[in-house]
């Protein structure tokens, strides 16, 4: 007997052992539990961590999160009430708030997260269809153009008005949600725009259509620029054909007074004396000569010219001279006349 009960020790107190740890379970910080007996709840929601006991073999727990859990759905084509194309991306955030509802509606998380694509993603449709792109996009409903930023000259174009905004937007798919989920146990905290792109055939044109406005705002300015350059050579020129004039109608001037000058103080040199006066005309005589004739000229006159005048009376030099290449013939001066004696003092009565 006593060998029998030491054989059989060991694998009872292994079996013992066995159904003592599948007689306890733990539940964390961030859990709440369930326990079902063949696929029926047996009791109430159990939220209270530490340590618990259950019918070994025959009791489930089943764990949910009582943590705020993230929904992320998948970018989805959707057409705006301006007939604009998108890809609307949303994101969500949801918790679990009667475990028992949830595990008889929808026993795990993924069974959740798909059927939050199909509701939040419905009502996200329907709303975006709505409303127009602008009211997408933005939030500020008392929006001013900032005249600093405009061009010189332009004025700005009327803003569109905003009656939601997308924080309003956002929170109407919220409200359209949550009524739905909260059959299933759920309960949607947020519901918010990742991302909204132009679908990808629509987006070439809208790049395409920027840089033809961009082209057009750059032709407008270079034209601007090109007439301002106009005016200003305009102007430069004006201002350089004046300075010019007035530049020539002052040299006139002073030419034409040291011309007067010059020809007050010729006269009054040549009219001195006959003597003057003849070499006056020999020698304007002789620069006429200069300037008519050259090396290669060949001048006819006739015997009454006054320019053939002095040729006539001109005598050849003798050979000796002409052959000095260095011989210089001293230039005539003209002698002035004696001057006149001073008349005598007519003696007075006596």
Known sequence: MNNFFKSAF????????????????????????IITQFGKVRGSTINEPGLHFKTPFLDTVNRFDKRILEWD????????????????????????????????????????????????????????????????????KDRKVNPAALPAGTEAAPLISIREGRIA????????????????????????????????????????????????????????????????????ALELNKITS????????????????????????????????EFYAFQKTLETYSKTAGPDTTVVFSTGSDLFRLMKTVTPLPPAVVGKSAAVIPPVLPVAPPAAPAPAAEAGPQ
């Open 246 to 277: 007035e530049a020539y109608r002052k040299i006139q001037e002073i030419r034409g007074a040291s011309e007067a000058k010059a020809s007050a103080i010729y006269s009054e040199a040549f009219a001195s004396s006959p003597k003057a006066a």
């Open 73 to 140: 759905g998948r970018p989805s084509p959707m057409t705006t009430r301006d007939k604009q194309y998108l890809e609307v991306d949303t994101f969500a955030r949801w918790r679990i708030t009667d475990p028992l509802q949830f595990l008889i509606r929808m026993r795990d998380e993924r069974s959740a997260q798909s059927r939050l694509d199909d509701i939040i993603g419905s009502n996200t449709m329907s709303t975006v269809a709505n409303h127009d792109l602008i009211e997408l996009i933005r939030t500020d």
């Open 10 to 33: 060991v694998p009872i107190f292994l079996v013992g052992a066995f159904l003592l740890w599948n007689s306890f379970y733990t539940i964390s910080m961030t859990e709440q539990v």
């Open 169 to 236: 937007i956002e929170e109407l798919i919220l409200k359209q949600a949550q009524p739905v989920v909260k059959e299933f146990g759920i309960e949607i905290l947020d519901v918010r725009f990742k991302r909204l792109n132009y679908s990808p055939g629509v987006l070439e044109k809208i790049y395409d259509r920027m840089i033809s406005e961009r082209e057009q705002i750059a032709a407008r300015f270079r034209s601007e620029g090109e007439g301002e350059a106009a005016r200003i050579s305009g102007t430069r």
